[in-house]
């Protein structure tokens, strides 16, 4: 168990404790900064009357469904694409092309095609995450060691038997953390398809507390996103502890 | 030693097979989509415009002379937006770097303001700083700083100590100690940073100009989604599409020099 990090809790205190002295105490032109404490009685009411749970369960469940599809194709694509030298010389730079378009971009064509709905955040959501899952996939098949592989034949493995025993536990560090980049990427592409398509969860809530002139709930919602970041990073990483304790897929926490 | 071993058993034995992509062989799907969607597709569909049709579309009714200002408009934030991010990188990353108990103290701070989706932060700046350059800058530095200063941090925990003790009976200053021995033992992984940062400076200045519509390529693809121009929408999806390839292999081929430069090989 780590200790509390007392002087990192200090400095954020401290750090509210400025920004509510300045804004009282009106330093500066700054009409449109609210209070730490306009934003925690602006949170209470959000939470009180139940609005934040919705949103945020609409963002996180979107999330990670999008996530899991992504994953799953990602995965599936990867290793086709990792295992087989031909579909590898005939495809990867397509997807090299396609990759490099940045997926901002898709969203006025996927608004266009799909309208303002929960189908065109999710394909936009799928899109994006797919990427860092496919790209990982295939770097950590190719890495495996050529004596894994003669280890496989020898053992008279059948191709499937030898893509689940050997090849996937090889590859598993380098897809974690592509499934772990994915994740991220996930809850940034589903607010933004909130705040410009999908009029529901984190994002929207957003952009209506902004039209509202309610920036007190506005930076609710910007906590409450950058909270949802941190919680889904920490149980990817609890998950994975759990799941493989040998430490193999377990990569060094950055704080 | 152990390192060098490394190395050398790393070069006389190749890691798994060699992989070749096969630049030309490799667009085959890409061509056949696109050879398929030209067939099937006709210029006035609402959804999926034929290819021939993107081009033209943007040099129609008077929007033609909107490309190159665009353009030029999403470079300047890009370019601005990516060099504050590296220069408050890496002073910071230096910072954090060097002293444990900044670390500790600010960790947290940082840990959770990485957390923020850029796109959040949005609305937030828009209200507090209008609808300006600035306000693009700021969000874009707000998204790219992060890979910069972790991996100048973590360059300068990798620091040999010899040469921080070499420096100390040199008696060097504190400032001639960070010019002769910090920065350039860091180079390599700011430079690594700065990479990683660059894609996602582009795609932040992209979001930005397309939530606020303030210039930019980003506010004109908003522009034509908004007006019902999907052969212009994908046209500018291209055009993105190949100034970020080229950004990212102008930036791949910079570090490259710069490292080559750098140990002197």
């Not at chain 1, 400095?11 to 500066?28: H, P, S």
């Not at chain 2, 701070?109 to 796109?119: C, G, H, I, L, S």
Request: aromatic share 6%; hydrophobic share 55%.
């Amino acid at each position: 168990m780590k200790a509390l990090n007392l002087a990192g809790v200090g400095v954020l205190l401290v750090a509210a404790g400025l920004w509510e002295v300045v804004v009282q105490a009106q330093l500066g032109d700054l009409q449109f900064l609210p209070a730490p404490s306009e934003i925690a009685s602006a949170a209470r009411q959000a939470v009180a009357d139940g609005e934040l749970l919705g949103r945020t369960i609409h963002t996180l469940v979107v999330t990670l469904l999008g996530w899991g599809m992504a994953s799953v194709a990602g995965l599936g694509l990867g290793l086709a694409l990792g295992l087989s030298d031909r579909a590898y010389r005939y495809s990867m730079t397509s997807f090299e092309v396609t990759r490099a378009i940045p997926p901002i971009t898709f969203v006025p064509a996927a608004l266009l095609i799909f309208g303002f709905s929960l189908k065109m955040e999710l394909v936009l959501v799928v899109f994006g995450g797919v990427w860092p899952v496919l790209v990982n996939t295939i770097g950590g098949v190719h890495a495996v060691r050529p004596e894994l592989h003669d280890v496989g034949e020898m053992l008279r493995l059948n191709k499937l038997a030898k893509v689940r025993k050997v090849v996937l536990p090889a590859a598993l560090p380098a897809v974690v953390v592509g499934l772990r980049l994915a994740l991220s990427l996930c809850l940034v592409l589903a607010i933004v398809a909130e705040m410009v398509g999908n009029p529901e969860g984190i994002g929207n809530g957003l952009i209506a507390a902004r039209q509202a002139l309610q920036p007190a709930l506005m930076f609710v919602y910007v906590l409450a996103a950058g909270l949802l970041g941190v919680a889904l990073n920490a149980l990817f990483r609890g998950a994975v502890r759990l799941l493989f304790p040998s430490g193999s897929a377990n990569e060094e926490r950055v704080w | 030693m152990t390192a060098e071993a490394g190395v050398q058993s790393q070069r006389s034995r190749p890691v798994g097979r060699t992989h070749r992509s096969g630049v030309v062989t490799g667009l085959a799907p890409l061509a056949l989509l696109l050879v398929v969607w030209e067939v099937v597709g006709s210029p006035d569909s609402p959804f999926y415009p034929a290819p021939s049709s993107w081009w033209p579309a943007l040099f129609t009714r008077g929007q033609d002379e909107d490309i190159i200002p665009a353009i030029l408009d999403t470079s300047r934030t890009f370019g601005l937006g990516l060099s504050v991010a590296t220069l408050v990188g890496v002073g910071v990353g230096i910072g954090v770097g060097v002293s444990v108990r900044a670390d500790r103290a600010f960790g947290p701070m940082f840990e959770f303001a990485r957390a923020v989706p850029p796109a959040a932060l949005v609305p937030v700046a828009t209200l507090l700083l209008g609808f300006d350059e600035t306000m693009k800058i700021v969000v874009v530095v707000m998204a790219a700083v992060w890979p910069i200063m972790l991996n100048t941090r973590a360059g300068i925990r990798a620091i040999d100590p010899i040469r921080l003790d070499m420096a100390r009976s040199l008696r060097m200053s504190p400032s001639r100690t960070v010019g002769r021995v910090l920065l350039p033992s860091v180079t390599p992984a700011v430079l690594l940073g700065v990479r990683v940062a660059t894609p996602v400076a582009l795609v932040i200045t992209l979001l930005v100009e397309y939530l606020t519509g303030v210039n930019g390529l980003g506010a004109l693809v908003g522009d034509a989604q908004r007006t019902f121009q999907p052969a212009r929408v994908y046209a500018l999806i291209v055009i993105a599409g190949l100034i970020s390839l080229a950004v990212n292999s102008l930036i791949r081929s910079i570090e490259q020099r710069i490292r080559r430069l750098h140990l002197g090989g």
